[in-house]
């Protein structure tokens, strides 16, 4: 899914409000609403607490929104229902924030006298392209600021195989020898690939290839009209499945170690089930899973309970249905607008301000880049997506059928390493943790610092924790027992990952006469 890892900067304000005389706020405590702007970004701007007019209006704003969230709170709801109110609430009081108009912006004021209005008419100029060519919306990043196969995805390899939904990039060793079972790549297959090959400092395939792994990456083309019968079936029979034989073909091996992310971790586990006894294509010997969602029951039991699930399951539902109906798939960018929602205030009001009211330019920043870089989604695979894994939650149930096969996980036997993220908004960690439980053999669970991509090379200063097995206890309670490791989470999947890839050998050629090499990475697909 597409994702973020911006996260909101928390700003300690200490002192007092200067004695500037009575402005008639309610009676309310002056430590309390002092308390409440000290975390809060958007006012930490010194005028919000030394101007009494802007006090006035910025108390005035937080003991509203106190009250509207307190009332939304005792509303009779259910669980379900009371986290779609205030998903609905969030969104009314953080666009009605003050910092976010021209007038009641003491930051944008300022930098409008200094630079003589320079910055609003830059902000009107970043406003009305926003609206020309992204939707409305405030851009999150330069788009010019890359390109692909120059600045990012430049690890060295050659496309192996194409079919008509995906491409299979196998990259060039860079070790004398390398361990005798491959790495496959399974990515989401509504974001593209390179995430796993950004700069060479964040480059998770070239740190394999680096430790002597011979890496295969799957990259799928963006879906058209034309694709919209695509399934989740397809991406599996028609895209892992041949992933398989040609890694099989190529590199001479029956076994294969599989990772993926978010979508492509999910499918990855979901092959596992399908494959269990047929040993027709090479075997998965171990699978990585990196901020993936298998139990679907949070967004299950909102969309099964009280009037919001009547809404997901009928109205909503059939409307987002027609949408992708009427052009064969789900638009990329309309998914971005969906998941900017999920942080309104990091990913599109802090940005309204800074890009439109300030004036000031697009950071150019690799992980915005490829997060705004995303796939269409095939009418027929967002149907299954939907209704059988987030609505009925199939796969988590053992109900799931895929290519006429019923996936149970207790069959899912491989070892398995599992990464969910801390501030996570798409897969929250302690729903990711319950995939533990879920499964019957050797799990390790990683709970690592920052968002979704949660890509925590080394070197980021991010930090990690372990812990032991324990299929009685819930995420809170493995947490508190933990170990906090001030490290990547990297070295120690690549140290599991090795114990799992056999003994060194020579490394396989690029391609084989079946499936001779073709384009230079990362090849054609990506760049539609």
């Not at 399934?231 to 034989?245: F, I, M, N, T």
Request: glycine share 8%.
């Amino acid at each position: 899914m597409t994702s973020w890892t911006c996260r909101p900067t928390r700003v300690t304000t200490t002192g007092s409000p200067r004695g500037d005389g009575d402005v008639g706020i309610p009676a309310v405590s002056a430590k309390t609403s002092l308390g409440a702007a000290a975390q809060d970004a958007r006012f930490r701007d010194p005028a919000w607490t030394s101007n009494r007019h802007l006090r006035a209006l910025r108390d005035t704003y937080l003991m509203a929104t106190r009250a509207a969230t307190q009332a939304v709170d005792a509303l009779p709801l259910s669980p379900g229902d009371l986290r779609a109110a205030r998903f609905v609430l969030d969104l009314a009081t953080g666009a009605l924030a003050p910092p976010n108009l021209l007038l009641t912006n003491p930051a944008v004021l300022r930098k409008a006298v200094r630079t003589r209005g320079r910055s609003l008419v830059q902000g009107l100029t970043n406003l009305l392209t926003d609206v020309r060519h992204n939707g409305g919306l405030p851009s999150p990043v330069d788009r010019g600021a890359f390109t692909v196969g120059r600045d990012l995805a430049t690890t060295r390899g050659r496309v192996v195989f194409r079919n008509h939904i995906m491409e299979l990039i196998q990259y060039e060793p860079t070790t004398a020898t390398v361990h005798t079972v491959p790495l496959l790549y399974s990515p989401p297959w509504v974001n593209k690939f390179y995430v796993v090959d950004l700069t060479s400092e964040r480059s998770m395939v070239r740190w394999a290839v680096d430790h002597g792994h011979t890496v295969f990456v799957i990259s799928y083309r963006n879906p058209d009209s034309s694709l919209r019968h695509i399934g989740y079936d397809d991406y599996l029979r028609e895209s892992l499945v041949p992933a398989l034989g040609v890694v099989r073909d190529i590199t001479d091996t029956d076994e294969v170690n599989l990772s993926g992310a978010c979508l492509g971790g999910l499918i990855g586990l979901m092959l596992a089930a399908w494959l269990d006894d047929d040993h027709s294509l090479p075997r998965l010997r171990s699978i990585t899973a990196l901020n993936t969602l298998v139990d679907f029951n949070d967004i299950a039991e909102v969309a099964t309970t009280g009037a919001t699930g009547w809404l997901l399951r009928g109205p909503a539902l059939r409307f987002v249905e027609a949408l992708s109906t009427a052009q064969g798939f789900a638009g990329g960018r309309q998914l971005e607008a969906f998941f900017r929602l999920l942080r309104s205030e990091e990913l599109i009001w802090s940005r309204m301000r800074a890009h439109w009211l300030m004036g000031e330019p697009l950071p150019a920043y690799d992980i915005l880049y490829w997060s705004c870089d995303s796939l269409n989604v095939p009418h027929r695979a967002q149907q299954y997506l939907l209704r059988d894994l987030c609505v009925e939650n199939a796969f988590a149930a053992g109900t799931a059928e895929l290519a006429g096969r019923r996936l149970r996980l207790d069959h899912v036997t491989q070892d398995v390493f599992l990464v969910a993220a801390l501030d996570d908004h798409i897969v929250p960690w302690t729903s990711a943790y319950r995939t533990v439980r879920l499964l019957p053999g050797d799990v390790r669970f990683h709970l690592t610092t920052g968002g979704h991509v949660g890509l925590a090379a080394p070197g980021s200063g991010t930090s990690y924790w372990t812990g032991g097995r324990d299929d009685v206890a819930g995420a809170p309670e493995w947490l508190a027992g933990a170990t906090k490791n001030h490290d990547s989470w990297w070295p120690t999947w690549m140290r599991w990952l090795t114990e799992r890839a056999g003994p060194r050998r020579t490394p396989p050629p690029l391609g084989s006469d079946r499936y001779p090499p073709m384009e230079r990475a990362p090849g054609p697909y990506v760049l539609t």
